[in-house]
C-alpha cells in the first residue's frame, strides 16, 4: 500500500510540520 500526506497551500508550511503525527501515529509509523 502507497500513502502520501498533501498538504494544501493555503497557511504556510514549515520543516517537521508531519513529526508529531508520525511520532504519535502507529500507522504512520508502518508506513
Same mark, same amino acid.
Given at each position: #500500500?502507497? !500513502? !502520501?500526506?498533501?498538504?494544501?497551500? +493555503?497557511?504556510? +508550511?514549515?520543516?517537521? #510540520?508531519? /513529526? ?6 502507529? /500507522? !504512520? /509509523?508502518?508506513?
Amino acid at each position: #500500500m502507497n !500513502a !502520501a500526506f498533501i498538504f494544501p497551500g +493555503q497557511g504556510s +508550511q514549515s520543516l517537521g #510540520m508531519g /513529526k508529531d503525527f508520525y511520532e504519535n501515529s502507529i /500507522k !504512520a /509509523k508502518e508506513l
